[in-house]
């Protein structure tokens, strides 16, 4: 099975920041889209961030203007780098890749916590 692998996950005060990353693996063909979801106990996976392969990104409201998406399409790496954090942030960061080639499919990763407390 595939999986993305994600890192950069830890516990932060409220006003902090963190570094989310994503690595693909390098046999890994037809990446297009990219994202970022977050799943908070009790609550349903939310898309946070999105970035295509032409680079538009997308940004949930609540995270807009605190986050910032891009991606590095050589390394086949997503970097999430997160400002202002606020206890809300607090959740399971997921990658997600969707990928076209050779056939459309979805790989995720296994999950890294941010814990946003004081």
């Known amino acids: 099975q595939v999986q993305l692998v994600e890192s950069g996950g830890g516990l932060v005060q409220p006003g902090g920041s963190l570094r989310l990353t994503c690595a693909a693996p390098g046999s890994l063909f037809g990446l297009n889209a990219m994202g970022w979801y977050r799943q908070a106990p009790g609550k349903e996976r939310e898309l946070v961030a999105h970035?295509?392969?032409?680079?538009?990104?997308y940004y949930a409201d609540s995270v807009n203007g605190r986050f910032t998406i891009s991606r590095d399409k050589p390394k086949k790496t997503l970097a999430l780098p997160m400002n202002s954090l606020k206890p809300e942030d607090t959740a399971v960061y997921y990658c997600?890749?969707?990928?076209?080639?050779?056939?459309?499919?979805?790989?995720w990763g296994q999950g890294t916590q941010v814990t946003v407390s004081s």
């Open positions: 970035i295509t392969r032409e680079d538009t990104t």
């Open positions: 997600n890749a969707h990928v076209t080639v050779p056939y459309q499919r979805n790989y």
